[in-house]
C-alpha cells in the first residue's frame, strides 16, 4: 500500500505451492513464505516498491512474481485489491481495506497510526508473527463428475479457505479440511509421475514411505523409484496395459489407494491421466497433480502426527485496535 506521501508498506509476501504455470487463483500459498531466501524477498519488496512509486498509486497494489534460480521475474502488477487481500488482513491482524480505503481518500500511514487505527509498528512492513496461514482454493469438482480437476493457467476455483498454526505442515493440514480434503494418516499412495517429474518426485515417494505408507506405482514410475533404491509395493498399469496385476482406476474404486499423485505433461499422459483423476472424484480420493502439492500434503501428515490439531481464533491471534472491525 502507498499513501499520498509516497510512503509504502509492504502487507505480506506470500509464496505460492503450486509453480507458476497454475493460475494465483488456484494455487495455495502461505504466509509468510516458507523457502525464500532473505535476498529474494529482499528483491521483491524492491520491485513492488519501485512499481508502486512509479505508478503513483494511492491505495492498494498487488504484484505477482516468479523465481527462478533466484532471478525475479515481475508478472504482472495490479493497482488494485485482489482475493488475497482478506486473507491477508487475517494473517496479519493488519486491517487492509479499511486502511487502503482511507488512504485512497487522502489520509496518510502516518495519520492511521496517529489515531489509532493502524498498529505503531506497522512502518515499512507488516512485521512478522509467529505462526503460518495457508490459504488453498476450494474448486467445485465433487459437483461436475467427469471434469478432469488438472490445474493450469484458467482459474477454476469458487472459493478459498484458510489454515492457521505454528508450522506450515499443520497450517497446510488445516486448509485441506477445510477445503473437503482430509489428508490420510495411514495407507496407499500411488504415483504416476511424468518423466520430466520422476527426479523431484523420488523425494516425494521417500517422504511418503519414511511416514509408513505404502507406494505404489506405474510401471514407468516404478522403475524409477526402484532403481533409486526405494521399494515400491504395487505395479500399476495405465489404461490399456496389459500384464500388470493392478489397474489404477479398479485400485481407486475398490478403496485400496488414500492418496494419488498424478503429475501430467503432454497429450499422452494426460488422456491417460483423465481416468485415474476422474476415479479419484468419484470415490473421493485425494489428488494431487502437482509434486509442490505432494510435498505439503507429506508435511502436513507429519506434523499433524506428532502436533493434534487445535482451534486458533483470529481474536485470540490479533488483538483489534481501538475504533476498527475485522
Known sequence: MRDRTGEILIAGVMEHVEEAGVHSGDSACALPPQTLSD??????????????????????????????????????????????????????????????????????????????????????????????SVKEAVLPFDRFPGVDTLLGPEMRSTGEVMGVDSTFGLAFAKSQLAAGTRLPDAGTVFLSLADRDKPAGLAVARAFSGLGFSIAATLGTAGYLRSEGLAVDTLVAKVGEEGVASDAVELIAQGKVQLVVNTPRGLGPRADGQHIRTASVVHKVPCLTTLAAARAAAAGIADARSHPLQVRALQDLHPTPSGTSQ
Not at 83 to 96: E, H, N
Not at 120 to 130: E, F, K, N, S, T
Open 39 to 132: 535476498d529474494v524477498i529482499e528483491q521483491l519488496e524492491r520491485h513492488t516498491r519501485a512499481l508502486a512509486e512509479s505508478l503513483a498509486v494511492c491505495g492498494l497494489i498487488n504484484v505477482q512474481f516468479a523465481v527462478k534460480d533466484g532471478q525475479v521475474y515481475v508478472l504482472e502488477a495490479n493497482p488494485r485489491a485482489s482475493r488475497t487481500v482478506p486473507f491477508v488482513a487475517k494473517a496479519t491482524g493488519v486491517p487492509l481495506a479499511m486502511v487502503a480505503s482511507r488512504l485512497m481518500v487522502g489520509q496518510t500511514l502516518a495519520d492511521l497510526r496517529a489515531h489509532g487505527l493502524l498498529r505503531p509498528d506497522v512502518i515499512g512492513r507488516v512485521p512478522v508473527l509467529d505462526h503460518v
